[in-house]
T-cell receptor, first 116, second 115 residues
Framework: GENVEQHPSTLSVQEGDSAVIKCTYS??????FPWYKQELGKGPQLIID?????GEKKDQRIAVTLNKTAKHFSLHITETQPEDSAVYFC???????????????FGKGTLLTVNP | NAGVTQTPKFRILKIGQSMTLQCTQD?????MYWYRQDPGMGLKLIYY???????DKGEVPNGYNVSRSTTEDFPLRLELAAPSQTSVYFC??????????????FGPGTRLTVL
């Protein structure tokens, strides 16, 4: 089955610096890669996603890059702010075996701390 | 829209007790999921449902049961609570799982402790 590895597990940066979180996936059939942000005591919320036919996508201070050949994708946050502090999860979508539905496999998460 | 709502927010159970975690979505989504989140372990899929009356097992279904009598509701049942079920439980929903780019929307979670 699909395996998603996420690194680092914790990341501490100074306000204004950039933060990069990396994920690798095992199944070359994966074609959709969302990123979720989970604030303390809340459920994960989608912040950005990328499809396999695109190499990069940006939304203000966040961007995601995808390297299909190497099977890895990354989240980039520029000009970090204290409110960016949260746990970030990557995920990969894979078609369920024997069916036509898809499911997400999640990485284990990265705790990002932005120090003022 | 309220999105995905879950009740209760917190619960403490004794070993062997049973309970039902409630999940409701008002986005008319076909697909609903239950995940558990253990510290440092990410999200593990317990059960999912592709529509009313249809459910299927995820990665970690043992000790749980689900039902889907309506499009809106997807309750998760623990029959004999065990300490290993101490976790945070998230319900999620999505519109079209037959599309590879289907996005999941999560509820706020239920923190369950079994003592």
């Amino acid at each position: 089955g699909e395996n998603v590895e996420q690194h680092p597990s914790t990341l501490s940066v100074q306000e204004g610096d950039s933060a990069v979180i990396k994920c690798t996936y095992s199944d070359s059939a994966s074609n959709y890669f969302p990123w979720y942000k989970q604030e303390l005591g809340k459920g994960p919320q989608l912040i950005i996603d990328i499809r396999s036919n695109v190499g990069e996508k940006k939304d203000q201070r966040i961007a995601v890059t995808l390297n299909k050949t190497a099977k890895h994708f990354s989240l980039h946050i520029t000009e970090t702010q204290p409110e960016d502090s949260a746990v970030y999860f990557c995920a990969a979508s894979i078609r369920l075996a024997g069916g036509s539905n898809y499911k997400l496999t999640f990485g284990k998460g990265t705790l990002l701390t932005v120090n003022p | 829209n309220a999105g995905v709502t879950q009740t209760p927010k917190f619960r403490i159970l004794k070993i062997g007790q049973s309970m039902t975690l409630q999940c409701t979505q008002d986005m008319n989504h076909n697909y609903m999921y239950w995940y558990r989140q253990d510290p440092g372990m990410g999200l593990k899929l317990i059960y999912y449902s592709v529509g009313a009356g249809i459910t299927d097992k995820g990665e970690v279904p043992n000790g749980y049961n689900v039902s889907r009598s309506t499009t809106e509701d997807f309750p998760l049942r623990l029959e004999l609570a065990a300490p290993s079920q101490t976790s945070v439980y998230f319900c999620a929903s999505s519109y079209d799982p037959w599309k590879s780019t289907d996005t999941q929307y999560f509820g706020p979670g239920t923190r369950l402790t079994v003592l």
